[in-house]
């Protein structure tokens, strides 16, 4: 390999072309095959960059730059070359010297494109249309990046310089050569991109907060592009006809974006935020007649291309485009259907297998903009599709789009019936989902496909959303649509939500009798829905009638709801699952309507409660399963339960269930909690028998809840069964979120709200890195972006001494959990000419791998200046400036402190209801606890959780847990006391749970006197996560940890110190108890029994009360109260506090002595 290596070095530094560059294509192999080649990049650097070289060599040596890694100083000599090649005379150089632009590190972009703007400019002009070709495609990757916008905020002349080349990028779109205008149709697009996700931004590492002028700028350059594109749309489009077929693609999607920016008004909204007087001044003032009229001459020039293109992509990208435009004001379903059908013909193509989910996402996302019988149509065959994609969040996200639309479609058609239109067939849920392959796979016990249990758990979930108000939409768009069919066919009505999650319930009654190897998630929230509506229609009670104030539709519903309950009834014969059927006995037993069963069916076994009893039976008495299919404890508890209520509200079933009870109160799997229980119960059946007439019904009623749940104990938390659940629920709930109720983006909160969103924020406060004696002072902040799993942080380099220091190296290392992008062990800044007093920024991103505490440590060198100024010519001066150069060669190494990253920068906060939370936490486990310290100001009635208005001082330890990532889930304040339980919830960026409960007491100050303060506050921290390594992390810097969650508010206090604390608390309480005791008054005729006792403590005297008055002749009966006068009151009180003074100086005295 080193023979090799020195063989392309040796032709690297020849003079001839076709050596350099058949060198090159060896380098580039060996980079490909994975060999370090920085050796050979310096080569190239040094005698291809920096040296003239011809215009192919020039082009593969930039290939060969890209692909490994170059020192500053290599970096320094690039940026050099670049700039002699800007002067050659062979345009081709100069095109392969431009196209490096975009690979120049962002700290020296900025620096280079201002020394060669001119350079950069005149290369529009250039006769060469290899040369407008390359500069366009660079310009176009890098100036819509972040990191130019942030250049350009700082530096007025520069932006003036990129506006005009975004300028003239656009008018390059209409530019004689058809590569020139393909890839400047190309560069607007991606500037489009960038406006809408920063894709980038994000490939080159930068994430840079959003100032409200780099918003402005940027808006400001999108609206420039979307006037041009508007005004100019016919020669746009008629320039694209005549581009060649391959590249017709790229022209699609700009006039797409800025026609449909025009059309939908959101244009004004971009230009309010770019706030220049120019935008204001000649906005475009259009009716509605034409922004149609332009959104339709769009469609027509791009609808041929569905029907005649034969390339897979072109005909995806100009459908996903149309379908993006069709929802403009006034859009007709016909421009969506002609998009979704095209892109449907895909789905068999052999060549397009691979985006099989791109075509489900494209037509699922917009399936509202068809008409109702074009949606009908479409369902079961999208239903087959979504059934067979294999990545799962494109599954979920489609499963979820396709059950909104089926409540949408059935709630849209029943209202339209209503409102007097004609019925449309296939609507209804049962219809929609009527295939026989879905039929089967809902029928079946057993199936290895997991698919059926993701329908059901989506199908449920979206009625739960269905039931909750719908979010408010403040601008048109796709989602307005879908809340407005929403909202028409509920009605805005409190229940109509009920009548599609009625026909749900119904579609999915088979899947109580599944057999699914131990998941439960799915049938979990099946019963949760079933639960809900016998609640809220009141099953128990029967079916109401219209003399009632029934409707025709509730009556209907009703009855469909009881015909449900008796089938039901017969299927807990067929569960599969064990876990299940105690679960299914409380879901029908709660709402089962037992006063509407036919009394001569009592001995008939097909009764509905001759089969409850008998599986309540089975459940007392199977012991035979194992504790992973079975939670006994549980399952028992609740068939107590169901026994409780069943026989506390009928008399049959009163009898059949106590004839149960007392076999299972003498049976020996029983243990003593369940047969004390059993007693209780059959005293309570007994007493609701012997008193029929006035029993409360209020002791039995339903509430509507469902208290089980998939999560199993802490020891089953790593069953398979337990983590596939866990993973669907989560996979589930996140789906449905997004569509439901999605977090608005970026650009839609500033589009929505202006430049006060709250979206853009100031950079985060500073921390000093270097001490205050340090020559540099540097200061440095962090930015985090969860999606990517980056941290960038951002340095402030001050030269504090009064000499100009011509060059600072800024390294950076890491610890923990923290990688660099490119690979490298440490990121290395170069800063050149630091002149006194005068601030230099420069940043680093890196990667996250993992949870793990971590740090980024900074060292900087800088290189002090030669020591006086000796004239050439004296040779001994000469000699001696040379001396002291050779004496300061070394840099002055400054350490700065470690950068640490708090590891709460690495969670999210996770939104989840307190019951799901309570059930989840006894099932994670990793736990970690701790204790913290704080004090508050405040006394008395202030200083407690009973304060009515404000917020109480006695939290104020805990007050910059609001700012951190986690999610409120409740909490619990002790009125009266200061006291509290806070619950939080959070994930960490990679989907390990974390629960964090906070339990805070007040604690007395340790000298105590009458009217003392309570100042103390201490808190028990305990974490429970799903994964170990995180409590480990926790657990490894308790201190560190409370300071990233309070900011240092709370001191960490060690267990030693706790238990050392709570027995001296014991220890004093017990010496106020002694005081206490002695300061109690003699009786005044002290009996003879009571002499032999006078040595026994309180407790024996109480104990031996009853015997002792028992001899007396005088009973005493339980009570707390005493008679005695305030005044005597007020003087023991007194006395006591005398003693307890009197006490501690005796105390105090005899330590003294000592």
């Known amino acids: 390999m080193d023979i090799l290596f020195a063989q392309i070095q040796a032709d690297l530094r020849s003079n001839d072309a076709l050596r350099q560059s058949g060198a090159l294509l060896q380098a580039l192999q060996q980079s490909a095959a994975g060999h370090d080649i920085s050796v050979i990049a310096k080569s190239a650097v040094e005698e291809i960059v920096a040296a003239p070289a011809s215009a192919i060599s020039k082009k593969l040596a930039f290939d060969l730059i890209r692909s490994t890694r170059l020192t500053p100083d290599l970096w320094e000599t690039v940026c050099t070359g670049i700039r002699n090649d800007l002067d050659f005379p062979d345009p081709d150089v100069t095109a392969a010297a431009v196209s490096i632009l975009a690979a120049i590190p962002s700290y020296r972009l900025g620096k280079l494109i201002n020394d060669c703007n001119k350079e950069i400019s005149a290369c529009f002009d250039s006769t060469s249309d290899n040369l407008r070709f390359s500069i366009t495609e660079t310009l176009g990757c890098f100036l819509a990046r972040d990191d130019l916008v942030t250049l350009c905020e700082n530096n007025i002349n520069l932006l003036e310089r990129v506006s005009n080349w975004w300028n003239r990028i656009a008018q390059n779109m209409l530019d004689k050569a058809d590569s020139v205008s393909k890839v400047a149709f190309e560069s607007v697009g991606k500037l489009f991109q960038e406006f ?164 489900v996402r494209a037509v699922v996302t917009n399936l509202h903009l068809l008409d109702l019988s074009m949606q009908v149509s479409l369902f079961k065959r999208l239903l087959l599709m ?125 899947c109580v009798k599944w057999d699914c190897e131990g998941r439960t998630y799915a ?15 009141d099953t128990r009670g029967g079916v109401k009638r219209i003399k009632d104030g029934a409707s025709q539709d509730q009556i209907l519903n009703e009855t469909r709801l009881q015909n449900l309950q008796r089938e039901l009834v017969k299927d807990l014969r067929e569960v599969n699952t064990p876990r299940i059927t105690p679960r299914l006995l409380w879901s029908i037993s709660e709402h089962i309507d037992l006063e509407g069963l036919d009394p001569l069916l009592s001995d008939d076994p097909e009764d509905p409660l001759n089969i409850i009893v008998s599986n309540i039976h089975k459940v007392l008495f199977n012991i035979d399963s194992s504790a992973t299919a079975t939670n006994r404890i549980q399952d028992v508890q609740a068939v107590l339960l169901c026994a409780q209520r069943l026989g506390s509200r009928n008399p049959r079933a009163g009898l059949l269930l106590t004839k149960e009870l007392e076999e299972f109160r003498i049976n020996p799997s029983a243990d003593s909690v369940n047969r004390h229980q059993c007693r209780y119960i059959l005293q309570r059946i007994k007493y609701v028998t012997n008193h029929a007439d006035d029993k409360w019904t209020g002791v039995s009623d339903a509430r509507g809840d469902y208290p089980f749940t998939h999560h199993k104990l802490t020891v089953q938390f790593y069953d398979s069964s337990a983590a596939q659940d866990r993973k669907l629920e989560g996979l589930v709930h996140k789906a449905i979120l997004e569509l439901w109720r999605p977090d608005p983006g970026e650009l839609t909160q500033l589009l929505t709200e202006g430049v006060n969103s709250s979206r853009i924020q100031d950079p985060p406060s500073t921390v000093a890195l270097s001490g205050s004696s340090d020559p540099c002072y540097v200061e440095g902040y962090h930015l985090t972006d969860a999606n990517d799993g980056k941290i960038t942080l951002h340095l402030k380099v001050l030269n504090l001494t009064e000499i100009e220091l011509s060059r600072a190296d800024i390294r950076i290392g890491l610890t923990g959990g923290l990688y660099f992008m490119n690979g490298s062990p440490q990121a290395v800044r170069q800063l050149r000419d630091l002149n006194s007093q005068e601030p230099v920024w420069c940043s680093v991103t890196v990667g996250v791998s993992h949870f793990e505490r971590c740090a980024l ?27 002291l150069r050779h004496e300061t060669e070394d840099p002055v190494i400054l350490r700065c402190q470690p950068y640490k990253i708090p590891l709460t920068e690495l969670l999210l906060p996770h939104k989840i209801s307190p019951v799901e939370y309570f059930r989840m936490w006894p099932s994670l486990p990793a736990i970690v606890e701790c204790t913290g310290m704080y004090t508050y100001e405040g006394s008395g009635f202030k200083a407690t959780a009973a304060q009515q208005y404000g917020e109480s001082p006695f939290l104020s330890g805990l007050k910059s847990l609001s700012s951190k990532p986690f999610h409120k889930v409740c909490s619990h304040v002790i009125r009266t006391v200061a006291g509290f339980q806070l619950c939080y919830a959070a994930k960490t960026w990679y989907g390990g749970f974390v629960g964090m409960m906070i339990f805070g007491a007040s604690e007395v100050s340790r000298n105590v006197d009458l009217g003392d303060e309570t100042t103390t506050m201490i808190c028990k921290f305990v974490v429970r996560a799903s994964d170990a390594s995180i409590t480990k992390e926790i657990g490894a810097d308790l201190q560190g940890w409370m300071d990233d969650l309070t900011d240092g508010t709370i001191e960490y206090m060690p267990e030693e110190e706790v238990k050392t604390a709570a027995a001296e608390r014991l220890r004093i309480s017990m010496e106020r108890l002694a005081l206490l005791k002695a300061a109690r008054p003699r009786p005044k005729s002290p009996k003879p029994e009571d002499k032999e006792d006078d040595d026994d403590d309180e407790e024996d005297k109480e104990k031996k009360d009853d015997e002792e008055d028992g001899e007396g002749g005088k009973s005493k009966g339980p009570s707390t109260l005493f008679e005695l006068s305030p005044e005597e009151v007020e003087h023991r009180a007194l006395q006591v506090a005398v003693l307890q003074e009197w006490h501690m100086l005796c105390k105090d005295r005899s330590i003294k002595v000592n």
């Open 386 to 510: 979504v059934r067979n994609l294999r990545t799962e969040s494109d599954r979920m996200h489609a499963l979820a789009c396709i059950c909104r639309t089926a409540l949408c479609v059935d709630l849209f058609a029943k209202e339209s019936v209503r409102r007097g239109q004609k019925p449309l067939a296939g609507t209804d849920i049962a219809s929609l989902f009527e295939d026989p392959r879905i039929k089967d796979d809902l029928n079946s016990v057993t199936s290895k496909n997991l698919f059926r249990e993701e329908l059901v758990a989506m199908l449920v979930e979206s009625c739960f959303q269905l039931s909750l108000p719908l979010p408010e939409q403040k601008s048109s768009g796709m989602e307005s649509r879908v809340i407005g069919a929403l909202a028409y066919g509920t009605g805005y009505g409190a229940l109509n939500w009920t009548e599609p999650a009625l026909e749900v319930v119904e579609v999915c009654r088979p």
């Open 857 to 883: 440590w900074v060292h900087v060198l800088y290189f002090p200046p030669g020591v006086g100024d000796y004239s050439e010519e004296d040779p001994q001066a000469y000699k001696q400036k040379k001396s």
């Open 523 to 537: 049938i979990d929230c099946y019963l949760k829905l079933l639960v809900r509506l016998c609640h809220i229609y």
């Open 196 to 359: 809408e996700s920063k894709r980038m931004s994000r490939l080159a590492g930068d994430k840079l907060v959003d100032t409200e002028n780099a918003v402005a700028i940027r808006s400001n350059w999108i609206s420039s592009m979307v006037d041009f594109v508007w005004k100019r749309r016919n020669a746009l489009m008629s320039r694209s006809l005549i581009l060649p077929v391959e590249s017709f693609r790229a022209t699609v999607y700009p006039l797409v974006y800025a026609v449909k920016a025009v059309a939908s008004g959101s244009i004004e909204e971009i230009k309010k935020l770019s706030m220049s007087s120019k935008s204001k001044s000649d906005g475009m003032i259009l009716d509605s007649a034409e922004r149609f009229v332009g959104a339709s001459d769009v469609i027509s020039h791009l609808a041929p291309f569905l029907s005649s293109s034969l390339d897979p992509s072109l005909i995806f990208e100009v459908g996903i485009n149309m379908l993006y435009l069709a929802d403009v004001p006034g859009g007709k379903p016909e421009w969506a259907s002609t998009s979704i059908i095209a892109i449907l013909t895909l789905w068999e193509r052999q060549e397009y297998f691979s985006a099989r989910e791109s075509i």
